[in-house]
């Protein structure tokens, strides 16, 4: 009864394998939804193994957290699951990059408008992000991967701003067009006073 009750809050992976708990301290790791979860970077690791895990560590972190040992390790790991809050917290993470992937894609079609350029160098573009990125940190290649740059997005994204810019002006030419009309009854005033 007792092993039934366990198997049901414990989470295996595709090829049955169970979360160790060693792998917390150890790696930095925690379950979520089945997979092992990375308290540092938030990544998902597909494959739930100590292998695994132990590799995207000692790659990804060991260099920064290999020094925490002992007392000083747990405080950290504590604090680690307590900053994150993991559960929610990758929900938010990934709203939060789908955001700023958005948000970027969207900067990127302005400047190439602005530039005059075709949209479909918006393609270009991307490709010469990838490789600088491959180069420089290509821990976030995923991420950057997700910056949607093809033609229909761009295109998408220049028709958002101009029509956001049409309305400006419409709201502008209605404002000075008032300050217009104001000064033009003014002025008929004035002249239908004086003119008796
Ligand atoms: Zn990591």
Redesign the pocket.
Known sequence: MLNNNKKRTRTYDAEGRIFQEKWKLNNFFLEHRGAPV?L??N?LVAIMNDYNLRR?YKI??NDDFGKFEGRMREDKLASLKKNLAVQQNICNKVSWQTDAAMRASYEVAVAIAKQGKPFTDGEFVKSCMMKVVEHICPEKNEQFGTISLLKQTVTHHVEDKASNLHQQLERELQKSLSGTLLLLMRALTYQTQHSC
């Open positions: 990375c540092i970077c990544e995207h990804r972190h």
